[in-house]
Each structure stands twice: as C-alpha cells, then as structure tokens.
C-alpha cells in the first residue's frame, strides 16, 4: 500500500513539474507575441508624433530629475553631463548626495561651481536630515543635495520632497539617458490624463562609447557576461514588461529609470525606506492605494525611450544584484499579499501577481524539486531516460528559441547594433544562456528567497571572498554544459 501511494505522489509531482514548465514558457510567449504587436503599434504612434510635431508641444508637464549618487565619484560627471544636455523645455535637476564618504560632493562642487542655496526643503516625505542644499553657479537648474546616508529610497523621498515640476524623474547614479527621452516618456501623460507612472526601456551600456554623458558608437559588452545580460534584459525587461503592461499588469518599473506624476507619489508615500526592492514596491503600493480609493489611474512601459546602464560583469557582484530582487519581490509580495488572487485589482490581483508569486518568487523550490525528482527517478529505474532527456532538450529549446526570438525581434524593430558582428555575437549568447547561466539564475533565487526567509534586509549581502566566488561559478557554469554535451550525445545514442 506505501509503495502504491509512494507512486501516486511522485506521478502527481511529476505532472505537477510538467505544468510548471509548461505554463511558465506558454506564458513567455504569449507575452513575447504581445509585446511584438504592442511595439508595432507604439512605432506608428511614434511616426504620427514626428510628423504632427507633438514631440515639441508645450503641453507636456515640467520634469525633476531625482539623481540619488552614493561614492560615485569616478562617473558623476558624465552622468551629470547627460542629464544637463536634456532636449526639454521646462526641468530641473536635482541630486542627491547620500552620505557619500569618497570626493563625489568635491567633484560635484569643482566642476559645477556649487554655492550655498536658500531653497526651502518641506517635510513632506521622511528621509534622513539633509545638511546642505546647492545651486551651480554655470547651470541654474543644477541643485545637490547633501544629507546623511539613508540609502536610495530615503534619497529619492528627499529629492521629491525639494522637487518643485510636476512629474518627478528617477535615474540611476551609472545612467545615461538619451537627449529626447523625456519628451517621449511624457507623450504618455498627454495620450491619457490618467497616467501617474512610466517606464522606459533599460539598455546596457557596456562596451559602448560615451563622450561626457552622450552615445557616440553602441557597441555589444566585451564580456561573456555582459552579453548574456543584453539577451536576459531583452527577454525580461523589454518583452516581459511591454506584454505585462498591455494587460494591465505591470508590478515593476526599472529603478535605473522611471517617471511618476508628482502628486500621485505623494498620496502613496513616496518610497518605502526599508524596502529591499524600492522599485517594485512603490509600483505595487500605488497600484492597491488608487485601486482601494477607486480612482482611475494608468501605468506604462514604454520600448523607445532609452536609459543606458551599467551592470556587474563578475559573478560575486552579478550573484548579489540578482540575490536582492528577488529578496525584493519577496518583500512587495508579502506586503501586498491581500492583492493575490483578489478580483478587485483586475489582472493584477488575478493573473499577474499569482504568476510572480508561483513562477518568479516560488519558481526555484519548484525547479530544486523537479532536479531531485529527475535524479531521484533516474536512480531507481522508475523514469524512462529517452523520456526524460527529450523533455530536459525540449525544455532548453523552448528557453532558446525565446531568447533567440527577443533578440532578433529587438534587432528587426530597433536596431540597437551597427555591427553585423555584434548582432552574431549577442544571438550566439542567446543560446548560451540557457546552459549554464540559467541553472546559475535559479540558485541565486533560491538563495535570495531563503536569505529573505531569514529576515535578511541588507542591501547587498557581503561576499566575503569574491575571487573564490567567481572560481566557483566558471567551474559550475563549465560542469552544467559538460553535463548537457553529455546528456545530448547520450540521447543520439538511444
């Protein structure tokens, strides 16, 4: 009898397993298809733009841009630089010196000629006490703020609160922001009055040349890992978002780069300071605040505006960024768990946030499970191995083709490389990237999810032998493809 109810529970794991990778790839694609149709559609709004010649219409709102920096001292002036050649008619700058302890305040007052400002900074937002408040003397939209460090939310909630437009701007300390990108992220505050959020497409930067803040040559990153995170970037946050925004369940907009109308951000909070994952938060916490108090509101990804950025091109750093979302969306969800499965808040109560629940935060335990249970069948002679091995390639292949699809969907839209060579070289990525580095993805997960289980809050949790750190993760990703070479020749010979 225990060994038929045995039987049962693995066959019901088994299919259990299945529908998970099912679902979760059925649902990529969807969004991939989505998004593909979305984005034709946002071109040819985009065309009848250039040509009514909207793109210049004084109907936008007045724009802060929030730059929250933290010992930046090396690239503040480019980034600086970029935000100044702004093409916009009406905007400020505002940045946000968070306790830095290199020279990023020297640099800053040198090469901008800071003075003392009277600027009268209202206590509407809580953040930590700001100790200084400084006009350029060479660009009168230029002010820094000096405060105590209280870590990129308590910053932006100082930065709204000195703001004085009407939609606030936030950017990425490692950022750059094309010339023309505010007037295409705000095209949606005038399609739809009510708009109080906008995101914009997250390219990275490395490898590309940049001359004091403006794009001279896009370039593909020169690091294995810098590719694979264009292929990632592409999937996840250009497709996944667009498709998840045209059904109204969009739950993250890029901290590296977002629009919020001013006085909608107020009435929710602002950001939560002790939030891990600012970013997710504040965009789930204003979807329940106008949802509980009934007013219509919208929220937007959009593909064309761009904002270039910087990523970690080592494993330790690259392990710690990915360990922090999903601590992040752990916290959002938890916060917000009154929102999943509630047909109140639409697709976002009922598809969307169940999804990010199961297959993004859950996703790892689900996948652990279905490796013990692969070797666990292997082992006992209960799992037929052709079976078994064409489900694992079928599995990859699918991921593959996905991500093959992003890129060359990304290149035939937008043309982001000049260089045949660097189209190549990201496809060739594409299909790296489901061996090896997405087997890596999912224990950064897993262990970002048991790190939040123990209440771990830090920022980035400390890697205390980097060097060891990225040993391990080559050996790894070489083992993983060693492992699927083999399984690939053992299924020609069955």
């Known amino acids: 009898m225990s060994i038929a109810i045995s039987m049962i529970l693995v066959d019901l794991l088994t299919y259990l397993i299945l529908a998970y990778f099912v679902v979760i790839n059925t649902v990529y694609l969807v969004l991939l298809v989505i998004s593909f149709f979305a984005t034709r559609q946002l071109n040819k709004s985009r065309e009848a733009y250039k040509i009514?010649?909207?793109?210049?219409?004084?109907?936008?709102?007045?724009?802060?841009?929030?730059?929250?920096?933290?010992?930046?001292?090396?690239?503040?002036?480019?980034?600086?630089?970029?935000?100044?050649?702004?093409?916009?008619?009406?905007?400020?700058?505002?940045?946000?010196?968070?306790?830095?302890?290199?020279?990023?305040?020297?640099?800053?007052?040198?090469?901008?000629?800071?003075?003392?400002?009277?600027?009268?900074?209202?206590?509407?937002?809580?953040?930590k006490p700001v100790q200084g408040i400084y006009r350029s003397n060479l660009f009168p939209n230029l002010l820094v703020l000096d405060k105590e460090n209280g870590k990129k939310a308590d910053a932006l909630n100082a930065g709204v609160n000195a703001s004085r437009k009407d939609v606030i701007c936030n950017v990425d300390s490692d950022s750059w922001l094309e010339p023309n990108i505010l007037q295409q992220m705000l095209r949606a505050f005038v399609e739809d009055e009510k708009t109080i959020a906008v995101g914009g497409i997250v390219r990275i930067a490395n490898g590309s040349i940049f001359d004091r803040g403006q794009l001279k040559q896009t370039l593909a990153p020169k690091t294995f890992l810098g590719k694979i995170q264009v292929v990632e970037y592409l999937r996840s946050f250009l497709f996944g978002r667009i498709g998840w925004s045209s059904v109204d369940g969009l739950i993250i907009i890029s901290g590296a780069f977002a629009v919020f109308d001013r006085a909608a951000l107020i009435e929710t909070g602002g950001y939560k300071r002790e939030s891990i994952g600012e970013d997710?938060?504040?965009?789930?916490?204003?979807?329940?605040?106008?949802?509980d108090k009934g007013k219509p509101y919208s929220m937007r990804y959009l593909p064309e505006p761009v904002c270039w950025t910087m990523v970690p091109e080592n494993w330790h750093q690259l392990s710690a960024q990915r360990n922090r979302w999903q601590r992040g969306l752990a916290d959002t969800l938890f916060n917000h768990k009154k929102m999943i499965g509630n047909p109140k808040y639409g697709w976002l109560g009922m598809f969307s946030l169940p999804f990010h629940l199961v297959f993004e935060?859950?996703?790892?335990?689900?996948?652990l499970m279905s490796y013990l249970l692969f070797f666990l069948l292997m082992i006992t002679g209960l799992l037929d191995p052709a079976f078994a091995i064409l489900f694992i390639l079928f599995a990859v292949l699918f991921g593959v083709i996905l991500s093959i699809g992003s890129v060359l969907l990304d290149?035939?839209?937008?043309?982001?490389?000049?260089?045949?060579?660097?189209?190549?070289?990201?496809?060739?990525?594409?299909v790296f990237e489901n061996f090896g580095f997405r087997q890596l993805h999912f224990w950064w997960r897993l262990r970002g999810l048991l790190d939040y289980l123990r209440k771990n809050k830090e920022w980035n949790i400390e890697d205390r032998n980097p060097k060891l750190t990225n040993t391990f993760h080559w050996l790894w990703f070489g083992s993983i493809n060693l492992f699927f070479a083999a399984l690939l020749v053992y299924g020609l010979v069955l």
Request: charged fraction near 25%; hydrophobic fraction near 40%.
């Open 411 to 430: 290149e035939l839209t937008y043309k982001p490389y000049t260089r045949l060579s660097d189209v190549f070289s990201i496809t060739i990525h594409a």
């Open 361 to 367: 935060l859950l996703g790892p335990l689900l996948e």
């Open 280 to 291: 997710i938060e504040v965009i789930v916490n204003m979807h329940q605040h106008f949802t």
């Open 52 to 127: 009514t010649g909207l793109f210049d219409s004084d109907l936008y709102k007045s724009v802060s841009v929030l730059l929250p920096v933290f010992n930046e001292e090396n690239t503040i002036k480019s980034t600086v630089y970029s935000l100044i050649q702004l093409d916009f008619n009406d905007f400020e700058i505002i940045i946000i010196n968070d306790g830095s302890t290199d020279e990023t305040f020297e640099v800053l007052e040198r090469e901008f000629e800071l003075f003392p400002s009277e600027r009268f900074l209202p206590e509407i937002l809580p953040h």
